[in-house]
């Protein structure tokens, strides 16, 4: 499975962006899904999932109520939209695909992942 995340870019403080995850290679429409971010000195973290159906979806505190997590099984896409960006939201956004099929929280629950696209909020 290949993943690429696309979508990242420059945006002032309390503006949005919408990043894309395309699968390649294989299905992903039985896997949960997750996006991590890591910013410049600092580990990469949580920030959102999502269960194989869209059924399920949790968010890290530091997102919830902004960014959103969603799935479009038949283009093999998964979407993070966030909104209301912040100057502590400047990460690379990675989206990496799970083991199973519910929600997961932990890096190393993770198997596949995309190359990262860079998010950059001015204030």
């Known amino acids: 499975v290949q993943l690429q995340a696309f979508g990242g870019g420059l945006v002032q403080s309390g503006g949005s962006l919408r990043l894309s995850c395309a699968a390649s290679g294989r299905t992903l429409s039985t896997r949960g899904m997750g996006w991590f971010r890591q910013a410049p000195g600092k580990e990469r973290e949580f920030v959102a999932t999502i269960s194989w159906n869209g059924g399920n979806t949790d968010y890290a505190d530091s997102v919830k109520g902004r960014f959103t997590i969603t799935r479009d099984n038949a283009k093999n896409t998964v979407y993070l939209q966030m909104s209301s960006l912040k100057p502590e939201d400047t990460a690379v956004y990675y989206c990496?695909?799970?083991?199973?099929?519910?929600?997961?929280?932990?890096?190393?629950?993770?198997?596949?992942w995309g190359q990262g696209t860079q998010v950059t909020v001015s204030s």
């Open positions: 990496a695909a799970a083991r199973y099929s519910r929600i997961e929280y932990i890096r190393s629950e993770y198997d596949y």
